[in-house]
Every structure is written in C-alpha cells, then in structure tokens.
C-alpha cells in the first residue's frame, strides 16, 4: 500500500469528526452527463477493489486500487472525459490530490462497517462528491448516519468505523471519492463545515452489520 512518509498523521477526529458538510459544491447534473457519456465497458467491475467493496463497481480517475500494487497515483486516461470531475479534483479543491475514483453503489446494496488502516489512509483526507443518491442512502461513521445529496461536498472520517447502506430497491448511488493532501486552504474548509448532519440510527446500523465482514484492504 502507497505510503506517504514525508507528511503528518492527521487528527480526523479533531478535523472532521464523523462527517461534515463543507461550504463549497459543484455541478452534480452536468458531471452526470459526462459520466453517462462513457463507454459501457468502462462500466462491470470492481476496479481492483476487494473485500469490503465487493458491492460497489468502480472506476479509477487517478491511481489504483490498494490490491493492485505499489503504483504511481498519476491521472487515468478516463479522466479525459470528465472535465466537470477534472476541474473538482483541480480547481474547486484547493489541496494536491491522491487516488480518486467513480464509485458506483447497487440498488439495496451494503459496504459494511470497517477502518481503512493503511499509512496512506491516516495523511490524507477523504471527501465524497455525490453524483446521484436516494432518501434510502445513509453513510454511516462514528455512530451517525449523514445523508449527502448530489452536487455536496463531504469530508469523511475514513479512520474511523465507517459503512453505506442504499436501502433503496431500485436506484443505485453514484459518488466521486477522492483522497487530498492537507492544504492550509482546504483546512480552512473543514474549520467552517457542517459536523452537525448526522443522527443515530439503530436499523440502518443495524443493516450494516449484518452485512458480510469486510476484508483489511479498502
């Protein structure tokens, strides 16, 4: 797994908490478009993922998955197609990016509860950038659930026990997740953000746990 020796530990609990709603946001309908306009064969797999993420199909834009090795975090061709997803990655956040990918999660599917424990994991900061999601869509962490609906921009605490349920029977949930550098300016963000979203939930943790335990990778 990616190391990054030369940066911090960081603190996500100070940093984040849970989850937390920052004060920007970007054009959710038209990155859809983009999305939509790929090939299908981009589509159908994994994309390396493992373990915890079986349910989800993925799509990498920079780097690779854990499993895959020891490779360098540079910009994938799909990328390309992308421009509304290249200008978040480049422009709207203010901060170095890591791996990024599309994250495509079934209707009634269910990424159970886990820690991402990996170096890498502990010096960079997680945000999620809705695509499409459903009322039935909870992200779960630190004993909240969040809901984050399209065009919203969402730090979360990946170093700490997290999982998604889409209860929903019929609609998938599409998310750009994105790994970041600490910046000062996007510090500066997760200091005006919204920590007060979530609320416990017994029956949605309640799904989470009874999904298949995940494997260590994520």
């Not at 990616?2 to 937390?20: E, R």
């Not at 200091?191 to 746990?209: H, K, V, Y």
Request: hydrophobic share 45%.
């Amino acid at each position: 797994m990616l190391s990054l020796p030369d940066h911090p530990v960081l603190d996500k609990i100070a940093l984040i908490g849970g989850c937390a709603r920052l004060p920007i946001g970007f054009d959710a309908e038209r990155a859809l478009a983009e999305v939509a306009a790929l090939p299908a064969d981009h589509w159908g797999h994994r994309g390396g993922r493992v373990g915890v993420h079986n349910p989800a199909q993925a799509i990498f834009l920079r780097g690779h998955a854990p499993a895959e090795g020891e490779l360098p975090v540079e910009d994938r061709e799909v990328l390309d197609r992308l421009p509304t997803l290249r200008d978040v990655i480049e422009r709207i956040v203010p901060a170095p990016s890591m791996r990024c990918l599309l994250a495509l999660l079934p209707a009634g599917a269910v990424i159970a509860p886990h820690i991402d424990q990996a170096d890498y994991f502990s010096k960079t900061l997680r945000l999620h950038f809705p695509l499409t999601s459903n009322e039935h869509v909870w992200m779960y962490s630190i004993d909240r659930c969040y809901r984050m609906r399209p065009g919203e921009i969402w730090a979360l605490n990946n170093s700490a026990r997290h999982g998604v349920v889409n209860a929903d029977a019929s609609e998938s949930r599409l998310h750009m997740i994105c790994d970041f550098l600490a910046s000062p300016e996007l510090l500066d963000l997760l200091a005006r953000a919204d920590r007060s979203l979530g609320r416990p939930d017994a029956e949605i943790e309640r799904q989470m746990l009874a999904a298949p335990l995940p494997a260590r990778r994520a």
